[in-house]
């Protein structure tokens, strides 16, 4: 009887797959990644929370920094489509960024990647840095746009609008702060949200007195 060609080891069944695989471990990585530092995650950590082996794993990264690398770069990708869609909803701009306060605030995560390399730098080569940065720069540029296009539309005053994006990320930063006792600035994500945006929009609002 004729042999079946094999597969190469580590590789998945086809059958097997609801969603890729290499979705499914980016995703657990990813939340590994944000809970712990680079170097508390290990190969079968991801493996285990994607519910593969570890082989499976290695098939579709050789390295735990290549894995790192693309994960951190999805993230942002997906956190920019998330953010994007919210702000280009045909409401007031103000709304739109209660909206995206929010859901940034609820999912308790940092857009601030430089925490992310000097995590893992040590690790990180040249073009692994580089390509994390470029993801998160494509992020921020996607927001200047909403920006720009409010300028224009008369809805906030001239202002910079990368500067703007970045102070407007700081603020949501500041708003998931945690002294070392545990302790909060806010109740809840609402409240912050809420703040946050009060704040910033009196920095960025057409003075009409």
């Given at each position: ?19 890729p ?7 657990a ?35 735990k ?33 209660q909206?995206?306060a ?7 995560v ?34 200047e ?5 409010a300028?224009?539309?008369g ?18 930063n ?29 920095s ?6």
């Amino acid at each position: 009887m004729k042999e079946k060609p094999s597969r190469p080891l580590g590789r998945p069944k086809s059958t097997q797959q609801k969603q890729p695989t290499n979705e499914l471990i980016l995703q657990a990585a990813s939340t590994l990644f944000m809970e712990n530092s680079f170097a508390d995650v290990s190969m079968d950590d991801v493996a285990s929370a994607s519910n593969v082996t570890k082989a499976t794993v290695y098939y579709y990264y050789k390295t735990k920094s290549a894995l790192y690398t693309d994960a951190m770069v999805k993230l942002m990708y997906r956190v920019r489509k998330q953010i994007i869609d919210l702000l280009r909803q045909p409401i007031e701009l103000k709304t739109k960024l209660q909206q995206v306060a929010e859901v940034y605030l609820q999912i308790a995560v940092h857009l601030d990647m430089d925490f992310f390399i000097q995590n893992a730098k040590s690790m990180l080569d040249h073009d692994q840095i580089k390509a994390i940065h470029t993801a998160e720069d494509y992020m921020y540029e996607g927001m200047e746009e909403i920006f720009e296009e409010a300028i224009a539309n008369g809805e906030i005053r001239q202002v910079n609008p990368a500067f703007t994006v970045h102070s407007y990320i700081s603020l949501l930063n500041a708003g998931n702060y945690q002294n070392a006792n545990g302790d909060t600035l806010f109740t809840n994500s609402q409240e912050a949200a809420k703040e946050i945006v009060d704040f910033f929009w009196r920095s960025v609002m057409i003075d009409k007195s």
